[in-house]
């Protein structure tokens, strides 16, 4: 158990619908990075977030966003859904959030988001 | 350009024996991290074991090792007395100073080991 809760374990739901995704890191960790892993695009960076900051920004959609709240949980935000955006939604939190090139990231289970 | 290669999409390996994943990276950043990470098909990332660019000795953890030849810029995760449990995928990945801390992956070698 990596320390890293994702809630819900999965989602099913509709094209054109709106989801949220929700990251609780490990305590005492401050950054949360979210991941999309799918079967053509491998395991991509979505976004990273800081102490409540926004710091780095990697493939995410416009119809994506996220934020992280004051007691450091997160949520990913999916809308206007296609077929595509089915995969597995990781979040990963680390303590620095990137003060070191070998601060650790530790996954949360996923979420595996199924658009019908 | 891919960042991170795993030449081996699939390898099987027996019970006891040691096997190799191969990973080299591409970068032009002095400090860097390189990780592996496992993923069974239930689907969790699990950390194994890091590199720093400026470690000189060889990361270990338990029965993982990291075969690290920086100027050849390979980074090659070694399994001592693989058990059934190490049956997964394994991805390589590389964490960049001046590319915002986000990990880029490789697309993974999958292990199969038999009794």
């Known amino acids: 158990d990596s320390g890293v809760t994702q809630t819900p374990k999965h989602l099913i739901t509709a094209t054109g619908q709106r989801v949220t995704l929700r990251c609780s890191p490990r305590s005492g960790d401050l950054s949360v990075y979210w991941y999309q892993q799918s079967l053509d695009q491998g395991l991509q960076f979505l976004i990273q977030?800081?102490?409540?900051?926004?710091?780095a920004k990697g493939n995410i959609l416009e119809r994506f966003s996220a934020q992280q709240f004051p007691d450091l949980h997160s949520e990913l935000n999916l809308s206007s859904l296609e077929l595509g955006d089915s995969a597995l939604y990781f979040c990963?939190?680390?303590?620095?959030?990137?003060?070191?090139?070998?601060?650790?990231?530790?996954f949360g289970p996923g979420t595996r988001l199924t658009v019908l | 350009a891919q960042k991170i290669t795993q030449t081996q999409p699939g390898m099987f390996v027996q019970e006891k024996e040691a096997v190799t994943l191969d990973c080299t990276y591409d970068t032009s950043d002095q400090s860097y991290g390189l990780f592996w990470y496992k993923q069974p098909s239930s689907g969790e990332m699990i950390f194994l074991i890091y590199q720093g660019s400026y470690d000189e000795q060889n990361a270990t953890e338990g029965r993982y090792s990291l075969n690290f030849q920086k100027a050849r810029k390979s980074a090659n995760l070694v399994i001592s007395a693989s058990q059934l449990g190490d049956s997964a995928m394994y991805f390589c990945a590389m964490r960049e100073t001046n590319s915002g801390y986000a990990l880029n992956f490789g697309k993974g070698t999958s292990l199969l080991v038999t009794p």
């Open positions: 990963a939190s680390s303590g620095f959030g990137g003060a070191s090139p070998t601060d650790t990231q530790y």
């Open positions: 977030y800081y102490n409540g900051e926004e710091r």
